[in-house]
Nanobody
Framework: VQLQASGGGLVQAGGSLRLSCAAS????????MSWYRQAPGKQRELVAV???????NYADSVKGRFTISRDNAKNTVYLQMNSLKPEDTAVYYC??????????????WGQGTQVTVSS
C-alpha cells in the first residue's frame, strides 16, 4: 500500500495550495480518505475527511477555506486550501481507512507534505 502526497510548499498568507494524495495497493473507492496535519510541537489533528459516499467533514479551523474531494477513477484525494494563514503551517498527511460498523479495520498513512505559510 502506498499513499503518495504532493503539492505542499511555501506560500504567503492569503494564498492557496492544492494537495494531492495518490493511492495504490488499496481499493480506493471503499476507503474513507482524510487529511491530517501536524505542526511542530503539536499533536496530529484531523483537518478534513471524505467518506465513500462523498460526505465531507472539516475541522472548525478550516471550514469555509479548505475543500476535500476525491476522484475514484484516479485513486486520488485532494485538499484545496484557500485563504491560508500562518497557523496552517504543518506537515500534511493523507490517511486511508476502510470502515466497518463505523470502526476502522485498516488504516494507512502517506509520508506527509510540508505546507509553510508566511505572514
Amino acid at each position: 500500500v502506498q499513499l503518495q502526497a504532493s503539492g505542499g510548499g511555501l506560500v504567503q498568507a492569503g494564498g492557496s495550495l492544492r494537495l494531492s494524495c495518490a493511492a495504490s495497493g488499496i481499493i480506493f473507492s471503499i476507503n474513507t480518505m482524510s487529511w491530517y496535519r501536524q505542526a511542530p510541537g503539536k499533536q496530529r489533528e484531523l483537518v478534513a475527511v471524505i467518506s465513500t459516499d462523498g460526505t465531507t467533514n472539516y475541522a472548525d479551523s478550516v471550514k469555509g477555506r479548505f475543500t476535500i474531494s476525491r476522484d475514484n477513477a484516479k485513486n486520488t484525494v485532494y485538499l484545496q486550501m484557500n485563504s491560508l494563514k500562518p497557523e496552517d503551517t504543518a506537515v500534511y498527511y493523507c490517511n486511508a481507512e476502510r470502515m466497518l460498523l463505523a470502526r476502522p479495520i485498516t488504516s494507512y498513512w502517506g509520508q506527509g507534505t510540508q505546507v509553510t505559510v508566511s505572514s
